[in-house]
């Protein structure tokens, strides 16, 4: 009995070295492709990366790819900025919330508190008869005066309308002209106090960020409680300082300003 044909075995597979590693099976986008798909242009991509606020691609060869991490990130860069944060601020605070020193929501609610306003005295925009309410038994030419101190627009336009950059200071301006204080005068009162009222909130705002890190609260909540607080209690602070010192300015000057009035008496008469 002839024995069954053994067919030779196949030679064993060269091995030149590792397995290929599986392709990447997550989608990939070209830049072109992420822009097409979040409507953020190119070069505003590329910008973000270089602002490094947006994490580098993958490299495939000579191929850059974005992933859905990239696409989940310029939607949260779009939604940091409709809220007023700038890109250097979105940077820190990502950075931040990935090495774990506070949670983009911490950032974010310490961000909404130093949003808030630290007054209610906001823009508003008036008609020509409201405006004409407010003014009504004072002086002709008020208005032309009041609009030269920039305390009141016209706006173009039918009907007119005025813009009140602060109606707070409008009537603080208006009380003032009614006892006696010209307005000219008053302007240029309200001119000193803006400049050193401004440079004081810029050497404030540094000693809270040279000082007032281990004393603004130990955690984000409670520095959110100690912003409010400085909100509430700043405007009252400013007050009595400001009092006093006028006090002693005047105190000191008392002679200067009783001949200043003088002169002015004698000058009118």
Do not use: C, N
Request: aromatic letters at 2%; proline letters at 8%.
């Amino acid at each position: 009995m002839t024995p069954p044909t053994r067919l030779p075995s196949a030679p064993p597979a060269a091995h030149d070295g590792p397995p290929p590693a599986p392709a990447d099976a997550r989608p990939g986008y070209t830049v072109d492709q992420l822009a097409a798909l979040t409507g953020v242009p190119s070069r505003t991509i590329r910008h973000y990366q270089s602002e490094k606020v947006l994490p580098p691609p993958d490299k495939q060869g000579r191929i850059a790819l974005y992933r859905e991490l990239h696409v989940r990130r310029l939607e949260l860069i779009a939604q940091l900025q409709d809220r007023g944060l700038s890109l250097k601020a979105i940077r820190e605070a990502l950075r931040d919330a990935e090495q774990g020193r506070l949670s983009l929501e911490d950032w974010l609610g310490l961000s909404d508190q130093i949003r808030q306003p630290w007054s209610d005295d906001a823009p508003a925009l008036l008609r020509h008869d409201e405006l004409a309410t407010r003014l009504a038994g004072r002086r002709p030419g008020l208005l032309a005066e009041l609009a030269e101190a920039g305390l009141v627009k016209e706006q173009a336009g039918l009907p007119p309308t005025y813009l009140v950059p602060s109606p707070g200071l409008l009537d603080v301006a208006l009380r003032l002209e009614a006892a006696g204080v010209e307005l000219r005068l008053a302007g240029g009162a309200a001119a000193v106090m803006r400049k050193h009222v401004r440079r004081a909130a810029d050497d404030l705002v540094a000693h809270f960020l040279r000082h007032g890190a281990e004393g603004l609260g130990k955690d984000a909540a409670s520095t959110g409680e100690a912003l409010d607080a400085l909100r509430q209690l700043s405007a009252e602070a400013m007050r009595l300082i400001f009092a006093r010192e006028v006090e002693r300015a005047l105190r000191e000057r008392r002679d200067d300003l009783a001949a200043a009035l003088s002169r002015a008496r004698r000058d009118g008469s």
